[in-house]
């Protein structure tokens, strides 16, 4: 159990446009999903905080309608990368938690994001 | 300001060696995670510790936690090239809360 699907599992998009990535928990409900993002051989950086139903909480440094995040349902989480530019290339990566008591993650395989 | 502390950052070793990668921080953690991501993928839960002194062993990794829940070891014994990864500690101070990420530690193991 405990499987983070994350897709695409890579993107190469062109400068100014849209590009959206889904993070689906597959066997259990995900109250709270995070969104990061990753450089090469670096640590994880977390950008926000996604709770089903309600909006997100970012964090600093981190621009909210740039990157735009959706829980609609308690399996689902999108996040928009809005008007790409090429400084957005990145790996992001989500992760799922089954309850609010556990702080166990688990994450999904990453999406590589490339823009052009 | 890093709250959680991990080292070493690079660590590059024959197989067969021993090695222990650190986390630490000032902070009191209610549990603390270990992964392993390799390149191109998500991290992957490696075990969860959450009582001060706890100690859990998977195979030939052998994880500590500190009795204050403010520090934390990873141990392998004997490394073989399968180990080499990103090795990321992760900690959650409240219950619930958001998960901090350690720097991580790079891992060569040379066959």
């Known amino acids: 159990g405990a499987v983070v699907s994350q897709h695409p599992s890579w993107v190469i998009c062109k400068s100014g446009t849209s590009v959206k990535i889904e993070c689906r928990s597959l066997d259990f409900q995900a109250t709270t999903m995070f969104w990061y993002r990753q450089f090469p051989k670096q640590s994880l950086m977390l950008m926000a905080t996604?709770?089903?139903?309600?909006?997100?909480?970012?964090e600093q440094g981190v621009e909210k309608d740039k990157f735009l995040i959706n829980h609609a349902s308690l399996t689902l989480s999108t996040l928009t990368v809005t008007s790409a530019h090429p400084e957005d290339s990145s790996f992001y990566i989500c992760s799922a938690r089954r309850d609010s008591e556990n702080t166990e993650a688990f994450f999904g395989q990453g999406t590589r994001l490339t823009v052009v | 300001t890093q709250l959680l502390e991990q080292s070493p950052q690079f660590l590059s070793i024959q197989e067969g060696e021993n090695l222990t990668v650190y986390c630490n921080s000032s902070?009191?953690?209610?549990?603390l995670q270990w992964y392993r991501q390799e390149p191109g993928e998500g991290p992957v839960l490696l075990v969860t510790?959450?009582?001060?002194?706890e100690v859990k062993k998977l195979k030939r990794l052998t994880f500590q936690f500190g009795d204050a829940r403010k520090d934390s070891s990873l141990h392998i014994t004997a490394a073989q090239p399968g180990d080499t990864g990103l090795y990321l500690c992760?900690?959650?101070?409240?219950?619930?809360?958001?998960?901090?990420f350690g720097q991580g530690t790079e891992l060569s193991v040379k066959p």
């Open positions: 510790v959450v009582t001060g002194g």
């Open positions: 902070s009191v953690f209610s549990s």
């Open positions: 992760a900690g959650a101070i409240n219950q619930g809360g958001k998960l901090i």
């Open positions: 996604s709770n089903e139903g309600s909006k997100a909480t970012y």
